[in-house]
């Protein structure tokens, strides 16, 4: 099973930035998607940023020309890099990842999740 660890997370001024990480446990290029989704308190999970193996993106329109996502392959690591980050990006931030495994099929795994706090 595959296995994703967080990192990153933090208090941030706006307009600040953060970069979170999300290491898997197996190689990321066996990986067919990943993404960030996050939630706020009160609020359902929403995703922010998804990447395909084939490496197309897709961004919230919140966060669009904000946000990157990326991955390292070598580094078995995606990362979101947060940019000009406002108060409404405070959040639980949580990396995702769906997989096919043999005789199964598709799986999905979360992460623990990280906050991320936007002080104004």
């Known amino acids: 099973q595959v296995q994703l660890v967080e990192s990153g997370g933090g208090l941030v001024q706006a307009g600040g930035s953060l970069r979170l990480s999300c290491a898997t446990s197996?190689?990321?290029?066996?990986?067919?998607?990943m993404a960030w989704y996050r939630q706020a308190p009160g609020k359902k999970r929403e995703l922010v940023a998804g990447?395909?193996?084939?490496?197309?993106?897709n961004y919230a329109s919140s966060v669009k020309g904000r946000f990157t996502i990326s991955r390292d392959d070598a580094e078995n690591t995606v990362y979101l890099q947060m940019n000009t980050l406002k108060p409404e990006d405070t959040a639980v931030y949580y990396c995702h990842a769906k997989y096919w495994a043999y005789m199964t099929g598709f799986l999905e795994v979360w992460g623990q999740g990280t906050l991320v706090t936007v002080s104004s």
């Open positions: 197996v190689s990321i290029i066996s990986i067919n998607e």
């Open positions: 990447l395909t193996s084939g490496d197309s993106t």
